[in-house]
C-alpha cells in the first residue's frame, strides 16, 4: 500500500496515513539511480527486484518502509545517446527513457514509494542547498585538474584502475587525458574519520567490500573534482555560470529525498560503484552535516558467458523479455534463489527454466492444485476449523527466515520457505487424503494443508507477491491479514475456496519463445535498404556528427549520423552501407534525418554494416517470407529488435540479415550491438 500521492508539480506529499505509521519503526531502503543511456537489462533488475523483496518483507512486518528508485539524467551518456537516436535535445531524450524505466519496474512489479529524476527540480535544489552546506564548510575550491578520465565511469581512474591494454576493464575504453580547472571537494579531509565510521559503524557489507574498501582509504585520498567546464548539459554550479555539476556529486544526493527516511538502514548498489557510495558519498554526508547511511550492501554481478553486462559489449538481455515468456514471479524467484546474495553468478536461461518447471509449477503449484481440488470435490469447497498437526508444521522456523532476511540472505529465506512447501507436499503424499472417506478426517488433513498454504501465502508475498495475491484469493483471505504476524498455525477460520487456474505454466518447448517474438517482430518489421553514400558535410552545430546524403536506388535520403569520431569523410564515402528507411524523419540540431545508418558498437569502436556486393536500394532481409513494412516506425519500436554481431555477421532473432546476393557483415568483434 502506498504511503503518498504524486502531486502534478512531481514532488511528493505525505498522506494521513502515512503520518500515522511515523510512529512506526522506519525501514528505508534505496537502490542506486540508473543511467539513461539504455533501457534496463536483467543486472539493473536483479538490484531491484532484490531491493523490493527486502522492502516488502519489511512492510510484512508492519513496518513503516519507504523504497527509492530513479533514474541518473545529468549525465553525457545522455547527451550522446540523444543524438545518436535522434532526438531533438537531451530532455526529450531523458523524458522519453525515465518513462521507459518506469514501465519496467511497474512490469516487475516494483513498490517503490518514489521515482527520482535528477532533471526534476526538486532534486537541482535539493543539490544547490547540499552543495551551500559544504562550501560553507570551506570544502570546496578551485582547482586545475590533469588526468585520464573514463567516459563509461564518467569518472577520473589512475593508471593502477586499468587493464594490461590501458583499458578500462568495465568498459574496455581507453580514458582520455583530460586537463581543465573544476570546483574540487576536499574528500582527503575526512579519510580518517571515513576509517572510524567503516570500523565502528560497520557501514560496509559484505566483509570483503569492507576490506577492499578500507585497503584504498590507507592508500590515500586524493581531493575529487565535482564540476566540469566542457559540459552543456547538467545542473549549473552555483555563482559559476561556465561550470556545471561532475554527474556524481549530483547524483548522490537523490538519497536524501524522503529527508524525513533519513539516514538510509540500506544501500544497495552493485560492487562496481562501490567506492562513489563507501567513500566518496559518506565523505559528503559529513561534509554537509548529515548523518552516514547504517550499511550499504555491494552485491555481485550477474554476468553472461563470464563478462559484465553492458550495452558496449552488446550482452544485455532485456528482463521484460523474460518475464513475458517466464512469468513476472518466476524471474523474481531466481534472483532470490539462484545466486547468494553478494556474491557473482553467471545467468543461466536454462537453469530459470528449470526452476519454473520444478520448483514453482511442480511444488508449489501442484501443492495448492490438488489441495483445494480435493477440497473442492470431496468437501463442497468448504474448510471447517480444526486443530494444527504439528507433524504438519515442524518444518517451519518463522524466526530463522525473519533471520535470514534480516542478515540479507533472501537466498536462505526463500530456500527455507520452499523446503517447508516440499515438506508440505511429502504430507500430502503420506495422507493420501483422496483415499480418506471420514469427512471428520479429511476436513482435519485438508484444513491443516490449507492452512500451511495460508502461511506460504503471507511468506511468499515479497518473492511472488501475484502468486501470493492468486493464493489469498482462493483462500478467501482479507488484504490485512497478510502480515508476517499471522504466519502462524492455527489462525485459519472457516473458509469456503475459489480454487482458480493452476498458478505456474510449465515451460515445455523452447521454440514457443522464439514463435513469439518472431510474431512480434511481423507487427514492426524493419524496412532496412541498402544505401550508398555519396556525400559527407560537418553537421553545422553538432562536432560528432555528420550530414550524409544516400542513394537508395529510387529514392535518396538525408541522414544525420554520428560517425565523425570513427570515420574520416573520404572513408565513408561509396560504401554501401544500411539504412532502416522507414523511420520516422526527426531533427538532429536544425538538420532533417529521414532515417538511420546501422553500425556495431563494442567498447570504443564503431563500425557501419555493410553489403558491398549489393546495389542501392536492395532490400535487407532477416527472413524472406516476411514481408518489409512500409509503415513508418518510431524509435520505441526499433528499440524492440535487438540485433547483434556474430562471427562479423549481422544476425536479428538467429537469422542472418542478407541481401539477395550476401550476408550483412560488420569487422568487429562478437556481441557487438547494432544500433
Not at 474 to 501: F, R, T, V, W
Given at each position: 500500500?502506498?504511503?503518498?500521492?504524486?502531486?502534478?508539480?512531481?514532488?511528493?506529499?505525505?498522506?494521513?496515513?502515512?503520518?500515522?505509521?511515523?510512529?512506526?519503526?522506519?525501514?528505508?531502503?534505496?537502490?542506486?539511480?540508473?543511467?539513461?543511456?539504455?533501457?534496463?537489462?536483467?543486472?539493473?533488475?536483479?538490484?531491484?527486484?532484490?531491493?523490493?523483496?527486502?522492502?516488502?518483507?519489511?512492510?510484512?512486518?508492519?513496518?513503516?518502509?519507504?523504497?527509492?528508485?530513479?533514474?541518473?539524467?545529468?549525465?553525457?551518456?545522455?547527451?550522446?545517446?540523444?543524438?545518436?537516436?535522434?532526438?531533438?535535445?537531451?530532455?526529450?531524450?531523458?523524458?522519453?527513457?525515465?518513462?521507459?524505466?518506469?514501465?519496467?519496474?511497474?512490469?516487475?512489479?516494483?513498490?517503490?514509494?518514489?521515482?527520482?529524476?535528477?532533471?526534476?527540480?526538486?532534486?537541482?535544489?535539493?543539490?544547490?542547498?547540499?552543495?551551500?552546506?559544504?562550501?560553507?564548510?570551506?570544502?570546496?575550491?578551485?582547482?586545475?585538474?590533469?588526468?585520464?578520465?573514463?567516459?563509461?565511469?564518467?569518472?577520473?581512474?589512475?593508471?593502477?584502475?586499468?587493464?594490461?591494454?590501458?583499458?578500462?576493464?568495465?568498459?574496455?575504453?581507453?580514458?582520455?587525458?583530460?586537463?581543465?580547472?573544476?570546483?574540487?571537494?576536499?574528500?582527503?579531509?575526512?579519510?580518517?574519520?571515513?576509517?572510524?565510521?567503516?570500523?565502528?559503524?560497520?557501514?560496509?557489507?559484505?566483509?570483503?567490500?569492507?576490506?577492499?574498501?578500507?585497503?584504498?582509504?590507507?592508500?590515500?585520498?586524493?581531493?575529487?573534482?565535482?564540476?566540469?567546464?566542457?559540459?552543456?548539459?547538467?545542473?549549473?554550479?552555483?555563482?559559476?555560470?561556465?561550470?556545471?555539476?561532475?554527474?556524481?556529486?549530483?547524483?548522490?544526493?537523490?538519497?536524501?529525498?524522503?529527508?524525513?527516511?533519513?539516514?538510509?538502514?540500506?544501500?544497495?548498489?552493485?560492487?562496481?560503484?562501490?567506492?562513489?557510495?563507501?567513500?566518496?558519498?559518506?565523505?559528503?554526508?559529513?561534509?554537509?552535516?548529515?548523518?552516514?547511511?547504517?550499511?550499504?550492501?555491494?552485491?555481485?554481478?550477474?554476468?553472461?558467458?563470464?563478462?559484465?553486462?553492458?550495452?558496449?559489449?552488446?550482452?544485455?538481455?532485456?528482463?521484460?523479455?523474460?518475464?513475458?515468456?517466464?512469468?513476472?514471479?518466476?524471474?523474481?524467484?531466481?534472483?532470490?534463489?539462484?545466486?547468494?546474495?553478494?556474491?557473482?553468478?553467471?545467468?543461466?536461461?536454462?537453469?530459470?527454466?528449470?526452476?519454473?518447471?520444478?520448483?514453482?509449477?511442480?511444488?508449489?503449484?501442484?501443492?495448492?492444485?490438488?489441495?483445494?481440488?480435493?477440497?473442492?470435490?470431496?468437501?463442497?469447497?468448504?474448510?471447517?476449523?480444526d486443530k494444527s498437526d504439528k507433524e504438519l508444521f515442524k518444518n517451519l522456523d518463522i524466526k530463522q527466515?525473519?533471520?535470514?532476511?534480516?542478515?540479507?540472505?533472501?537466498?536462505?529465506?526463500?530456500?527455507?520457505?520452499?523446503?517447508?512447501?516440499?515438506?508440505?507436499?511429502?504430507?500430502?503424499?503420506?495422507?493420501?487424503?483422496?483415499?480418506?472417506?471420514?469427512?471428520?478426517?479429511?476436513?482435519?488433513?485438508?484444513?491443516?494443508?490449507?492452512?500451511?498454504?495460508?502461511?506460504?501465502?503471507?511468506?511468499?508475498?515479497?518473492?511472488?507477491?501475484?502468486?501470493?495475491?492468486?493464493?489469498?484469493?482462493?483462500?478467501?483471505?482479507?488484504?490485512?491479514?497478510?502480515?508476517?504476524?499471522?504466519?502462524?498455525?492455527?489462525?485459519?477460520?472457516?473458509?469456503?475456496?475459489?480454487?482458480?487456474?493452476?498458478?505456474?505454466?510449465?515451460?515445455?518447448?523452447?521454440?514457443?519463445?522464439?514463435?513469439?517474438?518472431?510474431?512480434?517482430?511481423?507487427?514492426?518489421?524493419?524496412?532496412?535498404?541498402?544505401?550508398?553514400?555519396?556525400?559527407?558535410?560537418?553537421?553545422?552545430?553538432?562536432?560528432?556528427?555528420?550530414?550524409?546524403?544516400?542513394?537508395?536506388?529510387?529514392?535518396?535520403?538525408?541522414?544525420?549520423?554520428?560517425?565523425?569520431?570513427?570515420?574520416?569523410?573520404?572513408?565513408?564515402?561509396?560504401?554501401?552501407?544500411?539504412?532502416?528507411?522507414?523511420?520516422?524523419?526527426?531533427?538532429?540540431?536544425?538538420?532533417?534525418?529521414?532515417?538511420?545508418?546501422?553500425?556495431?558498437?563494442?567498447?570504443?569502436?564503431?563500425?557501419?554494416?555493410?553489403?558491398?556486393?549489393?546495389?542501392?536500394?536492395?532490400?535487407?532481409?532477416?527472413?524472406?517470407?516476411?514481408?518489409?513494412?512500409?509503415?513508418?516506425?518510431?524509435?520505441?519500436?526499433?528499440?524492440?529488435?535487438?540485433?547483434?554481431?556474430?562471427?562479423?555477421?549481422?544476425?536479428?532473432?538467429?537469422?542472418?540479415?542478407?541481401?539477395?546476393?550476401?550476408?550483412?557483415?560488420?569487422?568487429?568483434?562478437?556481441?557487438?550491438?547494432?544500433?
Amino acid at each position: 500500500m502506498k504511503k503518498q500521492k504524486q502531486t502534478e508539480e512531481g514532488t511528493f506529499k505525505y498522506s494521513q496515513e502515512s503520518k500515522d505509521k511515523m510512529k512506526k519503526k522506519k525501514f528505508y531502503i534505496t537502490t542506486p539511480i540508473y543511467y539513461i543511456n539504455d533501457v534496463p537489462h536483467i543486472g539493473h533488475a536483479y538490484t531491484t527486484v532484490i531491493a523490493d523483496i527486502l522492502a516488502r518483507w519489511h512492510r510484512l512486518k508492519e513496518e513503516d518502509v519507504f523504497l527509492i528508485v530513479g533514474t541518473d539524467e545529468n549525465s553525457q551518456k545522455t547527451v550522446q545517446s540523444s543524438i545518436k537516436l535522434g532526438f531533438n535535445t537531451p530532455q526529450k531524450y531523458a523524458d522519453y527513457m525515465s518513462e521507459k524505466w518506469k514501465e519496467t519496474w511497474k512490469k516487475l512489479n516494483i513498490s517503490n514509494d518514489d521515482f527520482i529524476r535528477t532533471t526534476e527540480e526538486r532534486h537541482t535544489k535539493l543539490v544547490l542547498d547540499f552543495t551551500e552546506k559544504v562550501n560553507k564548510k570551506k570544502d570546496i575550491y578551485k582547482g586545475t585538474y590533469s588526468g585520464l578520465y573514463c567516459e563509461g565511469c564518467e569518472a577520473f581512474v589512475t593508471e593502477s584502475d586499468l587493464n594490461a591494454e590501458g583499458l578500462c576493464p568495465l568498459h574496455l575504453k581507453k580514458p582520455k587525458e583530460i586537463q581543465e580547472e573544476n570546483y574540487f571537494f576536499k574528500l582527503s579531509k575526512y579519510q580518517n574519520q571515513l576509517l572510524r565510521a567503516i570500523n565502528e559503524k560497520n557501514l560496509v557489507h559484505p566483509e570483503s567490500r569492507k576490506n577492499e574498501i578500507i585497503n584504498f582509504i590507507k592508500q590515500g585520498l586524493r581531493d575529487i573534482s565535482i564540476s566540469r567546464q566542457s559540459l552543456v548539459w547538467g545542473i549549473k554550479f552555483p555563482k559559476d555560470e561556465h561550470h556545471r555539476f561532475y554527474v556524481w556529486f549530483d547524483a548522490l544526493t537523490n538519497y536524501l529525498h524522503p529527508k524525513d527516511y533519513w539516514p538510509a538502514d540500506l544501500q544497495i548498489v552493485g560492487k562496481d560503484i562501490i567506492k562513489f557510495h563507501c567513500i566518496i558519498w559518506p565523505a559528503m554526508l559529513m561534509s554537509a552535516g548529515y548523518k552516514i547511511p547504517k550499511k550499504v550492501f555491494a552485491h555481485g554481478f550477474f554476468t553472461v558467458n563470464g563478462q559484465k553486462m553492458s550495452k558496449s559489449l552488446g550482452n544485455s538481455i532485456d528482463p521484460i523479455e523474460l518475464a513475458n515468456k517466464y512469468g513476472v514471479d518466476a524471474l523474481r524467484y531466481y534472483y532470490a534463489r539462484e545466486i547468494p546474495f553478494g556474491n557473482d553468478g553467471d545467468f543461466s536461461e536454462e537453469q530459470l527454466k528449470n526452476r519454473l518447471n520444478n520448483e514453482l509449477a511442480n511444488e508449489l503449484g501442484n501443492l495448492v492444485s490438488r489441495t483445494l481440488t480435493i477440497i473442492e470435490k470431496n468437501l463442497s469447497s468448504e474448510i471447517k476449523k480444526d486443530k494444527s498437526d504439528k507433524e504438519l508444521f515442524k518444518n517451519l522456523d518463522i524466526k530463522q527466515i525473519d533471520k535470514f532476511m534480516l542478515d540479507l540472505e533472501p537466498h536462505n529465506a526463500i530456500a527455507a520457505i520452499f523446503h517447508f512447501i516440499h515438506s508440505c507436499n511429502q504430507y500430502v503424499n503420506k495422507k493420501e487424503p483422496w483415499k480418506i472417506k471420514d469427512k471428520k478426517e479429511l476436513n482435519k488433513v485438508l484444513y491443516n494443508l490449507t492452512d500451511a498454504i495460508r502461511i506460504i501465502s503471507i511468506l511468499i508475498q515479497p518473492f511472488l507477491p501475484e502468486t501470493s495475491e492468486k493464493i489469498i484469493k482462493q483462500l478467501s483471505l482479507k488484504e490485512n491479514e497478510i502480515k508476517l504476524e499471522n504466519a502462524l498455525p492455527g489462525l485459519l477460520k472457516d473458509i469456503k475456496i475459489k480454487k482458480g487456474e493452476i498458478l505456474f505454466k510449465k515451460i515445455e518447448d523452447e521454440g514457443d519463445f522464439q514463435n513469439i517474438k518472431e510474431s512480434d517482430n511481423k507487427e514492426t518489421i524493419l524496412n532496412l535498404k541498402v544505401a550508398i553514400i555519396n556525400k559527407v558535410e560537418d553537421h553545422h552545430s553538432a562536432d560528432k556528427l555528420y550530414v550524409l546524403q544516400v542513394d537508395l536506388g529510387t529514392e535518396k535520403k538525408q541522414i544525420v549520423s554520428g560517425l565523425k569520431n570513427y570515420y574520416k569523410k573520404e572513408d565513408l564515402i561509396g560504401k554501401s552501407v544500411v539504412v532502416l528507411s522507414n523511420l520516422k524523419p526527426s531533427t538532429l540540431r536544425g538538420i532533417r534525418s529521414d532515417g538511420m545508418l546501422l553500425a556495431a558498437d563494442y567498447g570504443e569502436k564503431l563500425v557501419v554494416l555493410e553489403a558491398p556486393k549489393s546495389k542501392a536500394g536492395d532490400q535487407v532481409f532477416i527472413q524472406e517470407n516476411i514481408k518489409p513494412n512500409k509503415e513508418e516506425i518510431t524509435i520505441d519500436q526499433f528499440l524492440k529488435i535487438k540485433i547483434k554481431i556474430k562471427n562479423k555477421k549481422a544476425i536479428c532473432e538467429n537469422k542472418i540479415l542478407h541481401t539477395i546476393k550476401e550476408d550483412i557483415t560488420a569487422d568487429i568483434e562478437d556481441g557487438a550491438s547494432v544500433k
